[in-house]
């Protein structure tokens, strides 16, 4: 694929997880001047005018449109409307300006809470519209899914090329540690971290420790995005992620030794394990010649020596 000079760099949601590590990804590429980072401080991208704005403002070639309404599963269940709404109306915005703007290139990413809740592992891109998403984050799922209908309909009808990629269970730096609304990664980093500065002794998990899954360092998706934004030219989407199993047991014992926890971890085999393999197939990225290769144990180390410099919570989005 070959698009025209990239003159300018638009990355919404650049204040989010994901945007934080890729701000300096794309200033590294394109220069500082060249990447234009926004967030909901800048523009409500809910409000078409200001949408039209933003992009009349800074008149890019490429947009990376990480901007979303995203939330932990109770805000899921409890607000599901909304979910669905803001994503819905985000995504049409975005694409409908973008293309009436002349933009050469988007980068639409969505989330693996997409593929089907039955979906069987290593889960392809192919089974992407095979079933329907877990009921619990469904208004959520469904409208990022429909970022994929957009990227083929803005392509056929006004010529705008979309990459869409699928990253897995992102975990890094610049986490949301809340212990409230967090992924497992930073919640079990959070607990562990947190018992070794209380001497506490034990720590009680639910389920059995079986469930696999697939986590994929933050930093490792950020750095695929030149690629998609300069040589991937096709509206298939493409999973972004590790392809290897990691049991929730050995997650758990992984970040307990690493936080210096030495108590006991206490497995309550009474409650739920839900989900018991969730893996990516990453065949499509590793034929790109792409890999998300920093290794867990590495991923997770730089995650807690940031999260433990910056509990007082003096960095920017640790959220506690």
């Not at 002349?102 to 990413?109: E, L, T």
Request: aromatic share 10%; hydrophobic share 40%; charged share 20%.
């Amino acid at each position: 694929m070959t698009i025209p000079a990239i003159r300018k760099v638009l990355l919404t949601g650049a204040t989010g997880f994901l945007g934080r590590h890729t701000v300096p990804v794309l200033r590294a590429r394109y220069g500082a001047d060249a990447v234009v980072a926004v967030s909901s401080k800048d523009y409500d991208l809910m409000d078409p005018v200001q949408v039209r704005r933003m992009f009349e403002d800074h008149k890019p070639d490429v947009v990376v449109h990480y901007a979303a309404y995203s939330g932990g599963i109770g805000a899921n269940r409890t607000y599901p409307a909304d979910f669905y709404y803001r994503n819905t109306i985000l995504t049409a915005l975005v694409f409908e300006a973008a293309a009436r703007a002349g933009v050469a290139k988007m980068v639409y990413p969505m989330g693996g809470c997409s593929y089907p809740a039955k979906a069987a592992s290593p889960i392809g891109e192919s089974q992407l519209w095979c079933g329907y998403p877990q009921t619990e984050s469904a208004g959520y799922s469904t409208a990022k899914m429909m970022g994929t209908v957009a990227a083929q309909a803005y392509r056929a009808q006004h010529g705008m090329r979309t990459s869409v990629i699928i990253p897995g269970n992102m975990y890094g730096e610049f986490d949301n540690f809340h212990p409230l609304d967090s992924h497992v990664v930073p919640a079990m980093i959070r607990r562990y971290y947190e018992a070794g500065l209380t001497a506490q002794r034990t720590i009680e998990m639910w389920g059995t420790g079986a469930p696999q899954r697939d986590f994929v360092y933050a930093a490792d998706v950020a750095a695929t995005i030149p690629y998609f934004i300069e040589s991937y030219d096709d509206d298939l989407p493409v999973n972004i992620s590790t392809g290897t199993t990691t049991p929730i047991r050995t997650l758990a014992e992984t970040i307990a030794r690493l936080v210096g926890f030495a108590g006991e971890i206490v497995w309550d085999t009474a409650k739920p394990d839900g989900q018991m393999v969730k893996i990516f197939d990453t065949t499509r990225l590793s034929g790109l010649g792409l890999a998300c290769s920093t290794p867990l144990e590495e991923g997770l180390r730089r995650t807690i020596a940031w999260f433990a410099a910056n509990y007082a919570g003096r960095a920017d989005g640790l959220r506690l």
